[in-house]
Every structure is written in structure tokens, then in C-alpha cells.
């Protein structure tokens, strides 16, 4: 079993793991590319409880079951160093500075109508977080991509995704492709299990007319045990449900949900929580945070012990390797999407270059980093005014 490296009754490590999430939850912007990024950052290069090759180990895992990919990896990471403990509280503390956030501005847009602005902030934020993605991708680049082959799955899964193949099919594909190509056979050792119970939420069913917490619970619960992909692909289940099989909302306040659970730090699965707050109140709010994100505490816990497992196997360490391979040309190809959007003037370009000297030449937190984009943003807005 893939052990802690701390006891789990130490104080020490488990305040270790509290304070590092709960400052990713608030300065996590970027979504999911960029929380992995930072946590890199944190855990390999800055405070060493694991080396690259074990952290994409559990990227790949997490990968490979349903849910957001970057709150897996703090609960992952809370109990390789803290035990049950911090598997618990990693998780949680990275969910909670962001709920705490959306909860106040749903709070806002029911009371008043009020929309946040931020444009200034999130101009300077943004290409920050390019560099900081950059960095990490690079450096998981060469731990990963150990052969031509890897190399070529790479650029492969780029490519397809380019043209709209599906996140899943890729990550599965390249785990297969690899173990076919290192002509591993016989291994009855391996063991390679993707945790997606359907089943979950199947007493959904029919139309209410009025707001069930029940319904409400369950209904995100079975979001969150079958979701893979990206935000987009949560819009998508979000409308499927909450507008078209309950109408307990219209595609205006769905976009709103979405737009505030993008912009603020953290999972934008707490989306969750400005649904469950407009529909339902704070019992509503509650409730659809803790039922979106109970699956993912469950799917890690199951599939932690698995993870030495199959690096030990050579049929599923190979099919591993594929899998972190594809996984790192998603996020290359997001990377790219994202930098498009961000990197969009000269004064955007010059921040970009400015975070990856930082982060290269002077290993500056990447947090910092973060917090002196929003800064240089602000700054710039108020200059151009003036």
C-alpha cells in the first residue's frame, strides 16, 4: 500500500497539509491546469514529499476516475503526507476558501443582482498563470516522455484532441497503445480499474415542480460520481438537469453559475454551490457542495492502494506511463487554448516572460505569483484611466 511519509498521527505534517490547501484554495486561479501546476510547484520542487515520477503517477490515476482532477490530487497528496487525516482535511481545505467565496457572491446576486468585476485583476492574473503551467508541464515533460515512442503518443494526443476526440478515450488509448508497444504479456498482476459507477443517482428520476433538497442532493451526487472532462462538459450536465429535466433554473442563471465558479479560486466545481444557494438557500448550497465533491474522497480512498500496484506491475506500469503521457498532452493543448486568451497585448506578454523568469531563474512561489498579477493588473487599469 502506498504508505504516508508522515505518521498520520503527526501534528506536524497534518499543519503541513492545512495550511498549503487552504492557500491554494484561495489563490488557485486558472482552473484545474494551473491548481496541478502550483501543487507541483509545492510538493516536488519547493517542499519535496514526492518526486515527478510519483506525482504523475497520481495525476494518472486521477486521470482515470471521475471527478476534478485537481481536488483528487490534494486529496491524494493530504494522505501520502498526513494519513486518513489529511486526506480528509486536503481535500476539504482546498474546497472550502472557494465555497466560502461563491457562497458570499450568490449570496450577492440573489440579494442585489450584483455580478462580480474583476476584469482588471484577471487580466494580470491570467498570463501569470501561463508561465506557471508552462513550467510545470515542462518539467513533468521530461520526467513522462522516457522514449520515442512516449514522444510520438504525445504529439498524437495533442493532435487528436485538436480535433475533438474525448478526453477518456485518449487517456485509455495511450495507456493501451503503450503497453501494446512494449510487448508485455502474461503479466496476471496487472490490475488497472476505472471507478465509474453509473448507477449513482438513478432515484433522480422524472420532473419536480418544486425544490427537493433530496433531489438536489442526489442529483449532484450522481454528477459528481460520473463527470469526466472539462468545465464544458459540466455545463453540459448542469443544463441537462437543472434547466431542462427540473426547470429549476433558466441558461441565464446557469451562465452566471458557471462564469462565477470559473473566476473565483479553487474547483469550479463549486459552481455547485451558487446552484445550490439560488435554488435552495444556504441548506441548498451546503448540501450540493458536499454531495459533488463526496465521490471524489470515496474514488481516491479506493483507488490510493492501487497506485504502487500497478507501477509495480510491468504490464500496468506501462500502461500507466501511456496514460501519463496523454494526460500531459491535454493539458498542453489547454495550455495553449488558455495562453490565446490571455497573452493577449504587450503588457500580457511581458507579465508571462516576467512569471516564468521568476519561476526558472529566482523559484519564486508560484502564490506570490498570482497575487502580483492580479496587483500589476489592477495597476495597469488604473494607469490607462489615468
Same mark, same amino acid.
Given at each position: 500500500?502506498?504508505?504516508?511519509?508522515?505518521?498520520?498521527?503527526?501534528?506536524?505534517?497534518?499543519?503541513?497539509?492545512?495550511?498549503?490547501?487552504?492557500?491554494?484554495? *484561495?489563490? !488557485?486561479?486558472?482552473?484545474? =491546469?494551473?491548481? &496541478?501546476?502550483?501543487?507541483?510547484?509545492?510538493?516536488?520542487?519547493?517542499?519535496?514529499? &514526492?518526486?515527478?515520477?510519483?506525482?504523475?503517477?497520481?495525476?494518472?490515476?486521477?486521470?482515470?476516475?471521475?471527478?476534478?482532477?485537481?481536488?483528487?490530487?490534494? *486529496?491524494?497528496?493530504?494522505?501520502?503526507?498526513?494519513?486518513?487525516?489529511?486526506?480528509?482535511?486536503?481535500?476539504?481545505?482546498?474546497?472550502?476558501?472557494?465555497?466560502?467565496?461563491?457562497?458570499?457572491?450568490?449570496?450577492?446576486?440573489? @440579494?442585489?443582482?450584483?455580478?462580480?468585476?474583476?476584469?482588471?485583476?484577471?487580466?494580470?492574473?491570467?498570463?501569470?498563470? &501561463?508561465?506557471?503551467?508552462?513550467?510545470?508541464?515542462?518539467?513533468?515533460?521530461?520526467?513522462?516522455?522516457?522514449?520515442? $515512442?512516449?514522444?510520438?503518443?504525445?504529439? @498524437?494526443? $495533442?493532435?487528436?484532441?485538436?480535433? %475533438?476526440?474525448?478526453?477518456? /478515450?485518449?487517456?485509455?488509448? !495511450?495507456?493501451?497503445?503503450?503497453? +501494446?508497444?512494449?510487448?508485455?504479456?502474461?503479466?496476471?498482476?496487472?490490475?488497472?480499474?476505472?471507478? =465509474?459507477?453509473?448507477?449513482?443517482?438513478?432515484?433522480?428520476?422524472?420532473?419536480?415542480?418544486?425544490?427537493? +433538497?433530496?433531489?438536489?442532493?442526489?442529483?449532484?451526487?450522481? *454528477?459528481?460520481?460520473?463527470?469526466?472532462?472539462?468545465?464544458?462538459?459540466? +455545463? =453540459?450536465?448542469?443544463?441537462?438537469?437543472?434547466?431542462?429535466?427540473?426547470?429549476?433554473?433558466?441558461?441565464?442563471?446557469?451562465?452566471?453559475?458557471?462564469?462565477?465558479?470559473?473566476?473565483?479560486?479553487?474547483?469550479?466545481?463549486?459552481?455547485?454551490?451558487?446552484?445550490?444557494?439560488?435554488?435552495? !438557500?444556504?441548506?441548498?448550497?451546503?448540501?450540493?457542495?458536499? @454531495?459533488?465533491?463526496?465521490?471524489?474522497? $470515496?474514488?481516491?480512498?479506493?483507488?490510493?492502494?492501487?497506485?504502487?500496484?500497478?507501477?509495480?506491475?510491468?504490464? =500496468?506500469?506501462?500502461?500507466?506511463?501511456?496514460?501519463?503521457?496523454?494526460?500531459?498532452?491535454?493539458?498542453?493543448?489547454?495550455?495553449?487554448?488558455?495562453?490565446?486568451?490571455?497573452?493577449?497585448?504587450?503588457?500580457?506578454?511581458?507579465?508571462? /516572460? %516576467?512569471?516564468?523568469?521568476?519561476?526558472?531563474?529566482?523559484?519564486?512561489?508560484?502564490?506570490? +505569483?498570482?497575487?502580483?498579477?492580479? $496587483?500589476?493588473?489592477?495597476?495597469?487599469?488604473? &494607469? !490607462?484611466?489615468?
Amino acid at each position: 500500500m502506498d504508505t504516508p511519509r508522515s505518521s498520520p498521527s503527526s501534528n506536524g505534517a497534518l499543519r503541513e497539509v492545512v495550511t498549503l490547501f487552504l492557500k491554494l484554495g *484561495i489563490v !488557485g486561479f486558472g482552473g484545474p =491546469a494551473a491548481h &496541478i501546476a502550483m501543487m507541483r510547484d509545492e510538493v516536488v520542487r519547493r517542499r519535496r514529499w &514526492i518526486d515527478d515520477a510519483r506525482f504523475l503517477d497520481l495525476l494518472g490515476m486521477t486521470n482515470l476516475i471521475p471527478g476534478p482532477n485537481s481536488t483528487e490530487m490534494a *486529496i491524494h497528496l493530504g494522505y501520502l503526507r498526513a494519513g486518513w487525516p489529511g486526506l480528509v482535511l486536503g481535500g476539504a481545505c482546498f474546497i472550502v476558501p472557494a465555497m466560502a467565496i461563491v457562497l458570499a457572491l450568490a449570496w450577492a446576486y440573489v @440579494a442585489h443582482g450584483a455580478r462580480p468585476e474583476a476584469a482588471a485583476a484577471l487580466y494580470g492574473i491570467k498570463p501569470v498563470i &501561463i508561465a506557471v503551467v508552462v513550467q510545470a508541464a515542462w518539467a513533468l515533460t521530461r520526467t513522462a516522455v522516457k522514449t520515442p $515512442v512516449l514522444a510520438a503518443l504525445g504529439v @498524437a494526443t $495533442v493532435a487528436l484532441y485538436a480535433f %475533438g476526440a474525448h478526453e477518456v /478515450l485518449l487517456l485509455l488509448g !495511450g495507456g493501451v497503445v503503450i503497453a +501494446l508497444a512494449r510487448g508485455v504479456r502474461g503479466d496476471r498482476a496487472a490490475s488497472v480499474v476505472l471507478l =465509474a459507477p453509473t448507477g449513482v443517482g438513478a432515484a433522480v428520476g422524472g420532473i419536480a415542480t418544486t425544490v427537493s +433538497l433530496t433531489t438536489l442532493s442526489l442529483t449532484f451526487l450522481k *454528477i459528481g460520481a460520473v463527470l469526466y472532462g472539462s468545465g464544458y462538459v459540466l +455545463l =453540459a450536465f448542469l443544463r441537462s438537469d437543472f434547466v431542462e429535466r427540473l426547470g429549476w433554473l433558466t441558461d441565464r442563471q446557469l451562465l452566471d453559475a458557471v462564469a462565477i465558479g470559473q473566476f473565483t479560486p479553487g474547483p469550479v466545481f463549486t459552481t455547485a454551490t451558487f446552484i445550490g444557494y439560488v435554488v435552495a !438557500g444556504w441548506s441548498g448550497a451546503l448540501l450540493a457542495t458536499l @454531495a459533488i465533491f463526496l465521490p471524489s474522497f $470515496v474514488f481516491v480512498a479506493l483507488s490510493h492502494p492501487l497506485v504502487p500496484k500497478i507501477r509495480a506491475s510491468a504490464t =500496468a506500469a506501462a500502461f500507466l506511463d501511456g496514460v501519463n503521457v496523454a494526460a500531459l498532452g491535454l493539458m498542453l493543448w489547454v495550455t495553449w487554448q488558455l495562453g490565446r486568451a490571455a497573452i493577449v497585448d504587450i503588457p500580457t506578454a511581458l507579465l508571462a /516572460l %516576467g512569471a516564468a523568469v521568476a519561476l526558472l531563474v529566482f523559484r519564486v512561489n508560484s502564490a506570490w +505569483l498570482v497575487v502580483a498579477g492580479a $496587483v500589476a493588473g489592477v495597476g495597469l487599469a488604473l &494607469i !490607462g484611466r489615468g
